[in-house]
């Protein structure tokens, strides 16, 4: 093992589908070497799982199963950011990756730190010596990436299930994200993003399909990374069906900047729960009622097994799903699930959406 | 009037008190009985089939009472005097509960940061239809009692330090640790074996064993890691033969808490034991790990 006290920072950090991209950017751009973490696999995760607690939730192995490939290409640095959710595990994600990786020889650099601005100032400065200019000037690369990465996604939910290539969406926007990944100079960028969003609006879709919609809903990490719960989105899509999800980097962000949200949550919610349950248990039930009243024709909860605010939340969610007899399907992912016991839950809900919404046009017809 | 209140979970983390408290007001109360088979066979059926086994035991107390009283109360435990947060599946219990139950539930916000205990106690009781004076009175004596009872278990902490047999310290949740039948007579199998057993919560925590440096371990926002780690700190000043953990299954914060707990003993070279209960845990099991466990100290 080598020393790290004299050596350059050599910096990965915690990954998060496709939003990997934009937070290598930030690094990239303040003159730091960074190694961006080993994309999520069945190895990565057995890995990550063996060093572990055993009785920890899922992301906290699938993020230590990615540091360890950069670890061994030699990176000596681990970012990691903490409490984005509340009074959940979240918490103490750093101090527990920190005492796992040491205790298993790792001589490392870790640096844990809170999601306020300044913290995230102060810790960047630490490790670069970059200016407060070069700072701002890479937050606001990360932040054009953002939402570029958002929106290729969002248009990926709606052009999926209408495509008449079957397929194609899905292509072009790999190629994207790729060509995103290898982008070297920040002047590029305006030309690249014309060049992906005019590709995927030349896709061939069929506009005046009508669909059943679904809604992704649960805990942020397993919702917002297709690695971690086996492409739901595409698969839903492939399968003709429109899937609409809230949760993304930009919706966390939002919360902490504004938090008037929190309230609106809480009014809306005040009949099935009056309290903060930590992470982002109450978003859960908003989203669902939210839902509901927008007509949608199911809703799938996406959590890690044994996630502390879902799990508190799920018998109230269930609770709705009774009484308004929306289809729900609730999926707890860890390192045991398999995507064959995945896939074929996924049917069996499928079949119940497109039931759902036959009878419910049926109804609409007849009424009127 | 009757209230009832289930004995387990939140019961346990302040035993005693709430008996008084509605006592000294006049009213009649209602514990369901010390957990049994059948209340924690009823809570398993009816709860989430991944929260935490002793919230399931308190959804079986819960389903016991349902139907036997005026009120079930349970309170929404949020944070303590030290402004220090409760385990968050606390927080949603009584709208879980709602859900569960067909009888009137009674509750309250227990939120130190907002707002004092006194004057939380203070909107109870205007609930109850009681005014202030009684409930002081009533809050006053629960103190008394709470102390009294504090007292009594600091003295026998002290008895038992003095003893010449093997002494060793269970760390728990109160509610893990108090429930004979949740931890499977944990107490009562060791003593046989010979053992002195110490809770955790016995251990009084002194000035100067607080005052210590400590980089063993994070900065906890839980009211009971920051709790155990310094009654574990104060413990360690005395002779220790070796330390047992309990956790219930999926347990997410004892999940953080053991790793350091561990760490703790192993550093010091004291014998560690964890043990994870749940509704299939077997007697006989147990007994095994216990004995295998007491004959590498000999």
């Known amino acids: ?368 | 009037m009757v209230i009832g209140i289930p004995r387990a979970l939140l019961y346990w983390k302040q035993p005693y008190f709430w008996e008084t408290f509605f006592e000294n007001l006049g009213f009649e109360i209602l514990i369901s009985p010390p957990t049994n088979k059948e209340i924690v066979e009823n809570g398993v059926k009816s709860s989430d089939p991944e929260t935490c086994f002793s919230n399931k035991v308190y959804w079986g107390h819960l389903l016991w009472l349902d139907g036997k009283c005026d009120y079930i109360f349970i309170p929404r435990l949020k944070t303590n005097a030290g402004k220090l947060e409760y385990c968050p599946k606390f927080f949603g219990v009584p709208d879980l509960a709602k859900i569960l139950v067909k009888n009137k539930i009674l509750t309250e916000t227990f939120d130190e940061r907002k707002e004092n205990l006194e004057k939380t106690l203070e909107k109870l009781g205007k609930k109850l239809n009681k005014n202030r004076e009684e409930v002081k009175k009533a809050t006053e004596n629960s103190f008394l009692k709470q102390k009294e009872i504090q007292k009594r278990r600091e003295e026998d902490f002290f008895k038992k330090i003095q003893s010449l047999k093997q002494k060793f310290i269970l760390i728990s949740h109160p509610y893990n640790l108090e429930d004979e039948y949740v931890n499977l007579r944990m107490k009562e199998k060791l003593e046989k074996l010979g053992a002195e057993v110490i809770f955790i919560d016995e251990v009084p925590i002194r000035k100067e064993t607080k005052n210590r440096i400590q980089d063993g371990w994070p900065k906890f926002h839980w009211e009971f890691g920051k709790e155990i780690m310094e009654k574990i700190n104060a413990v360690l000043d005395f002779n220790i033969a070796g330390a047992i953990e309990i956790s219930s299954f999926q347990c997410g914060c004892d999940a953080v808490l053991k790793e350091f707990i561990e760490k703790e003993f192993k550093s010091r070279k004291i014998p560690f034991l964890y043990l994870i209960i749940d509704e299939h845990t077997g007697e006989a099991g147990f007994q095994t790990r216990l004995e295998a466990f007491m004959d590498t100290l000999k």
Not at chain 1, 21 to 33: D, S, Y
Not at chain 1, 90 to 95: K, L, N
Not at chain 1, 221 to 244: A, S
Request: proline content about 5%; glycine content about 6%; overall charge positive.
């Open chain 1, 1 to 368: 093992m080598t020393k790290i006290q004299n050596s350059k920072p050599v910096v990965t950090f915690a990954r998060w589908g496709n939003y990997t991209i934009a937070f290598k950017t930030i690094f990239e751009q303040l003159g730091v070497e960074v190694i961006p973490p080993e994309k999520t696999n069945s190895q990565t995760i057995a890995e990550g799982a063996s060093l572990s607690p055993e009785m920890f939730c899922f992301p906290l192995k699938v993020t230590l199963g990615n540091y360890l490939p950069a670890l061994k290409k030699g990176a000596n640095t681990v970012f990691m950011v903490q409490n984005v959710g509340g009074s959940c595990r979240q918490r103490y994600y750093g101090a527990i990756q920190e005492k796992v990786l040491k205790e298993a020889g790792h001589q490392i650099n870790f640096l844990d730190f809170r999601a306020t601005p300044k913290d995230v100032y102060s810790k960047v400065r630490e490790i670069s010596g970059a200016s407060l200019w070069q700072i701002m000037k890479a937050a606001r690369f990360f932040f054009r990436r953002l939402a570029l990465i958002e929106k290729i996604e969002k248009l990926g939910q709606y052009y999926r299930p209408r495509e008449i290539e079957k397929g194609e969406t899905d292509r072009i926007i790999q190629w994207g994200f790729s060509k995103l990944e290898e982008l070297k100079k920040e002047e590029d960028f305006p030309k690249l993003r014309r060049e992906i969003l005019k590709k995927i609006a030349e896709i061939k879709i069929d506009k005046n399909k009508s669909l059943p919609r679904v809604a992704l809903i649960g805990e942020i990490y397993t919702v917002c990374d297709p690695d971690i719960n086996f492409k739901i989105e595409e698969k839903l899509g492939r399968e003709e069906i429109e899937v609409h999800r809230e949760m993304d980097i930009t919706y966390q962000l939002k919360k902490l900047i504004f938090p008037w949200k929190d309230w609106i949550i809480q009014r809306k919610i005040n009949p099935y729960l009056r309290s903060t349950v930590g992470g982002h248990g109450r978003d859960a039930i908003y989203e669902m009622l939210h839902y509901i009243e927008e007509n949608f024709d199911g809703i799938i909860h996406l959590l890690p097994m044994g996630c502390m605010p879902e799990v508190t939340v799920r018998p109230i969610l269930e609770r709705i799903h009774q009484k308004s007899g929306m289809p729900f399907l609730s999926l707890s992912l860890d390192e045991q699930v398999a995507e064959a016991g995945i896939d074929t839950r996924l049917e069996a809900f499928i079949d119940v959406v497109r039931n759902h919404y036959k009878n419910k046009n049926k109804f609409r017809t007849a009424k009127s």
